[in-house]
């Protein structure tokens, strides 16, 4: 990106402050200069300007011409090292988390929101227990009581042969087979409690800076800002009820701000150390107490069955009774309180944070020797009980996403017409999260069972096959089935952006006005145009996939607890065409499962070596981590608490220095971060700011997929709060796009004419070779980029003299490198 161009030639000391988007950029590419110095920041983010500019602040009149360019580069903190393409595998944790976010706006009705905040938390928790199940699926059943328990399994496999029954050693009952096999999904849990951990600490612990913020550290007034024209929608999922008894008192509300923020510009908003604290403690004790569950449940029922001495069967019970008694605690720290957003929550629960997993972990502890009880008549036939656990969890899966699409209906009131499945977004999401959940457990299952069972697909084989529980090969079979379903839908839009190619070829040359057209390149913008277009067909697509889903999943259960055998072997009896098809889909499906999970990790490690394959997937991937951990806390880390903080303490802390002028100008992900940075400021920093956004999907995707925060009402608040904000957008460009903030009063609309791209429709003597269609990419080698810079910037005040002394003080401290 170059830095610009001529700029205002009046109103004093000017800073523009660039923020990359989507894919990241290097400071040398965002300054157009080779020489960079770090002004402020670490590693992971910060601030750079070119050499020539270090000292601008020192000498302004070489300014006078020009702002000075700084570039904040954040791409550190979603892409660094490619050992954070391993994250890929917290996708259902990320994608539950997002369904948090879709909720509709809902004023005036926090019981509501506290309801829909609750049902999303408990969809996150089903998705540790799923993961933590399918951990215990592949160790304790298909390797250590299936295949070890087999004598024709285990002979193949040399490194399961201290577990073979049929040697007789120590290892060889099945308890104590059981009891070496759960280090594995304990140690899987142990892990998500370490990487959570670990990004908490580097994330949501580090406080957010309020020395810029002026105003008093109580909570914001919930009153009604239709004087102002800001959403007054108070119901966040702070739930102000549930946390009235604890909160600090403040004075009485008409001394209170008259400003009401937006739930983006909330003092708390960017501070969730609380809640993910008490998550990470709730969920990393579902996990353990998911293991010692299916360890205890196995030595149990052979206790009940066969008998024994009262000691070890009342152990058992005890066992058995302490996990309930553990996950009504879990369920209650869920479900009591969500965010804490109108202030900074500094409290942590030091005492529930630890002793629910130690205690979790501890009752684990007890139930090894309880497995390991000595049982000499105890032998491993069959599967574990895995279809109950699977299919129990499936139909709770699908009753909170039913509940959760209840709730949502009963949000909207007129809801906006471009709003994503008008409201209903949170609940597809929150399918597809348990969908995504499904995929990667049932095909590491699935993988196994294959690799153990030799040649013939999982539960197909001669004799005593190996196999998964009977509901994942169902769950597995209808896979084909579902992508069978979605060649329709893409069928559609492929002929619909065929069409719209044609529709838009007289419209490019009347739009250049040319006078020697040419169909090639007519063609070329007109197709590259259509296909920028399937971005607004995502809603539907993704609320069709959903409710396939939920269709699909519903009739696995049915088909698994009916037929009682996987598909292949359920339909021998039938017609020969539908047992062909049956035994076709299972086959079909197994293999496809176990390969998504692989492309999973392949996709994830490729997109964080491979610039171009991290800018194609990086748009999902930064949607995702932007938004706080708020259902899931082994979901990947919030950059935007982070970034944010940093923007606004920049921000604020250059114009309260120098009084000057700031242009924060953002492309792609980078103009959502510098609108949530502005809605951050204080009201006398917001006179000096103006806001310059390209490129953005402001409106396009996080206005339509995040109504209460990004809605009409919040985008039209943010117009009338900062000084002057304009958005330049191209029709060929599939993310960015209007903001459709109207004119208000003596302020412009803040969307600008479309940007012609190309810039010319063939060669001229100014560009002699035919111009790139540029998308989404380089908007400021377009002429109307600088001038839109400089036509804000000479709408804000001129600079406020500047007092000695203090113009560097905002450099931070920690050191300059070069870059």
């Given amino acids: 990106m170059s830095p610009a161009t001529p700029s205002p030639k009046n109103g004093g000391a000017a800073l523009e402050l660039l923020v990359h988007g989507v894919g990241g950029a290097t400071p040398q590419d965002m300054l157009d200069d080779p020489r960079t110095v770090r002004v402020t920041g670490d590693a992971t983010a910060a601030m750079y300007r070119r050499c020539d500019d270090l000292d601008a602040e020192d000498h302004p009149e070489r300014y006078a011409e020009r702002p000075v360019p700084e570039a904040y580069c954040w791409s550190n903190l979603t892409s660094g090292n490619g050992a954070r393409a391993l994250w890929l595998l917290l996708l259902p944790f990320m994608v539950a988390n997002l369904a948090h976010w879709m909720r509709p706006p809902a004023p005036d009705r926090p019981g509501l929101v506290r309801l829909y905040g609750v049902l999303v938390r408990l969809v996150a928790l089903t998705l540790t227990v799923l993961l933590t199940a399918a951990a215990c699926e592949v160790a304790l059943d298909l390797t250590a009581w299936q295949c070890a328990g087999d004598a024709a399994c285990a002979q193949d496999r040399s490194w399961l042969g201290f577990l073979s029954a049929e040697r007789g050693g120590w290892w060889s009952q099945p308890g104590r087979r059981l009891a070496l096999a759960a280090v594995v999904p304990a140690a899987l849990v142990g892990l998500l409690w370490y990487l959570s951990n670990r990004t908490w600490s580097a994330y949501e612990a580090q406080r957010p800076p309020t020395a810029y913020d002026d105003a008093p550290p109580f909570a914001e007034p919930a009153e009604s800002a239709a004087g102002r024209g800001e959403p007054a929608d108070p119901a966040t999922d702070a739930d102000p009820g549930a946390e009235a008894d604890d909160e600090p008192a403040g004075p009485p509300e008409a001394a209170l701000p008259t400003e009401l923020r937006p739930a983006l510009g909330r003092r708390g908003f960017w501070y969730g150390r609380r809640l993910v604290a008490r998550l990470r403690a709730a969920h990393t004790a579902a996990g353990f107490l998911t293991v010692t569950a299916a360890l205890t449940g196995a030595a149990a029922r052979h206790d009940r069955a066969t008998a024994p001495d009262a000691l070890r069967t009342d152990f058992g019970w005890g066992l058995q009774a302490a996990v309930v008694v553990l996950a009504a605690v879990v369920l209650w720290v869920v479900c009591r309180r969500g965010r804490s957003e109108r202030r900074l929550d500094l409290r942590l629960e030091r005492v529930l944070v630890s002793w629910l997993p130690c205690a979790s972990l501890l009752l684990l502890a007890l139930a090894v020797p309880h497995a390991c009880w000595s049982r000499p008549e105890w032998r491993s036939a069959g599967t574990l009980p895995g279809d109950t656990t699977f299919g129990a969890l499936t139909l709770v899966q699908g009753g909170l996403v039913v509940a959760l699409a209840a709730v949502a209906l009963l949000h909207r009131r007129r809801p906006e017409s471009r709003t994503a499945l008008l409201g209903l977004g949170g609940p597809a999401v929150a399918m597809l999260a348990c969908a995504l959940g499904g995929v990667m457990s049932g095909g590491v299952a699935q993988r196994v069972a294959d690799w153990l069972d030799g040649s013939a697909t999982p539960g197909m084989g001669d004799g005593s096959p190996i196999g998964p529980p009977v509901l994942l090969s169902w769950q597995a079979s209808v896979i084909p089935v579902l992508l069978v379903m979605l060649l329709v839908p893409a069928l559609l839009l492929a002929v619909r952006t065929a069409r719209a190619a044609r529709r838009l070829g007289p419209v490019v040359e009347a739009v250049y006005a040319t006078d020697t057209p040419d169909p090639v390149r007519t063609g070329r913008i007109a197709a590259t145009r259509a296909r920028a277009g399937l971005t607004d067909f995502a809603p539907p697509l993704v609320g069709i996939v959903s409710g396939a889903t939920l269709f699909l999943g519903a009739a696995s259960v049915a088909g698994a607890w009916i037929g009682g055998a996987v598909p292949g072997r359920a339909f021998e009896g039938a017609h020969p065409a539908i047992a062909s098809a049956a035994d076709t889909a299972q086959s079909l499906g197994s293999w496809m499962i176990g390969f998504g999970f692989i492309l999973f990790v392949t996709w994830g490690r490729r997109a964080y070596k491979d610039a171009s394959a991290r800018r194609t997937i990086g748009i999902l991937w930064d949607v995702g981590t932007f938004w706080p951990r708020a259902a899931h806390p082994f979901a990947p880390p919030c950059y935007a608490e982070r970034a944010v903080p940093d923007l606004t303490w920049r921000m604020s802390s250059w114009t309260r220095h120098t009084g000057g002028r700031l242009v924060i100008s953002g492309h792609s992900q980078g103009s959502v971060l510098a609108a949530a940075a502005v809605w951050q400021l204080p009201p006398a920093t917001r006179k000096r700011v103006a806001l310059l956004t390209y490129g953005s999907p402001l409106e396009r995707l996080y206005g339509r997929w995040f109504p209460a925060y990004f809605g009409p009402g919040p985008l039209r608040g943010l117009h009338r709060t900062v000084h002057c904000w304009s ?44 111009e790139p269609i540029l998308g989404h990419s380089d908007y400021q080698a377009d002429p109307v980029f600088a001038a839109e810079r400089a036509a804000l910037l000479d709408r804000l005040p001129p600079a406020l003299p500047r007092q000695r002394g203090t113009a560097r003080t905002d450099q931070g401290s920690s050191g300059r490198s070069s870059g």
């Fill in 727 to 770: 958005n330049l957008h191209r029709a060929t460009d599939p993310i960015g796009g209007p903001v459709r903030v109207p004119a208000e009063g003596d302020r412009p609309a803040v969307d600008r004419p479309v940007l012609l791209d190309p810039v010319e429709y063939g060669r001229t003597p100014a560009h002699p070779l035919p």
